[in-house]
């Protein structure tokens, strides 16, 4: 069986990137605009070149205060140049550490607006231009950002979520609702299952839809993020 592709979302301050790096083959570090500083992603990054982890870069909305889960207006120059900013202090550390930035994976509103708003998305494309050659694009299947990089040429690589419930038009159950985050690995493995062996992914309303996906993000401040990595890689990974 083909081999699963898990990535998580590190550098966050949950610092439980010990237990996780050995068993995962992506990581997004945050840049700094929702979490994180050069140190680190310093840190996160020497961990990630340790256990031959695929190195991401994380970018968000620069909040902070909100963990970038807010959306924010922007000026088009200030986000651009935010957007870039964060990029480059990762990818900064990664070259200096001997190590190759392989893809870029926005971080919370900024990656669920994106995934339905076209003026942003073509913003946020042209805040990543330099690196549409060389470096993938984690994104949802068939999101606005993902049709839109396609026909640029961008590298996509389609993201699902194994511990985030969905709505009928794929996209994520508000964080608000207690049933938006799956913290049971049983309940995290059968949504992978049925999404990466049957390309479905069953919904809040209990409805089947159609989903593709080449990589599966698990959070690390998900509860019980460490033990559902550690199922997801003997059930899939052995």
Not at 20 to 46: E, R
Not at 70 to 75: H, Q
Not at 147 to 175: P, Q, W
């Amino acid at each position: 069986m083909k081999k699963l592709d898990v990535n998580c979302d590190v550098g966050e301050g949950i610092n439980n990137e010990q237990h996780l790096m050995p068993f995962i083959q992506s990581c997004n570090i945050a840049c700094g605009g929702h979490a994180g500083n050069a140190q680190t992603i310093k840190t996160v990054v020497n961990l990630a070149i340790k256990y031959g982890v695929k190195i991401g870069a994380h970018p968000s909305y620069p909040d902070k205060d909100n963990f970038g889960r807010i959306t924010l207006k922007m000026d088009s120059l200030e986000f651009i140049n935010s957007i870039r900013g964060q990029i480059k202090l990762v990818e900064s550390i990664v070259l200096e550490k001997g190590g190759m930035l392989n893809h870029i994976k926005p971080h919370g509103a900024l990656y669920n607006d994106i995934a339905k708003n076209n003026e942003l998305s073509k913003l946020f494309l042209d805040a990543i231009f330099e690196y549409k050659k060389n470096v993938k694009l984690y994104v949802p299947y068939n999101s606005v950002i993902s049709n839109i990089a396609e026909k640029m040429g961008f590298s996509v690589i389609f993201e699902a979520f194994g511990d985030r419930s969905y709505n009928n038009d794929l996209s994520l159950v508000s964080r608000n609702k207690e049933y938006a985050v799956l913290n049971s690995p049983k309940d995290v493995i059968n949504q992978i299952s049925n999404i990466f062996l049957n390309n479905f992914v069953k919904t809040i309303s209990g409805k089947k839809v159609f989903i593709k996906a080449d990589t599966f993000c698990i959070h690390s401040d998900t509860e019980n993020a460490n033990k559902i990595i550690n199922e997801i890689a003997i059930n899939f990974n052995k």
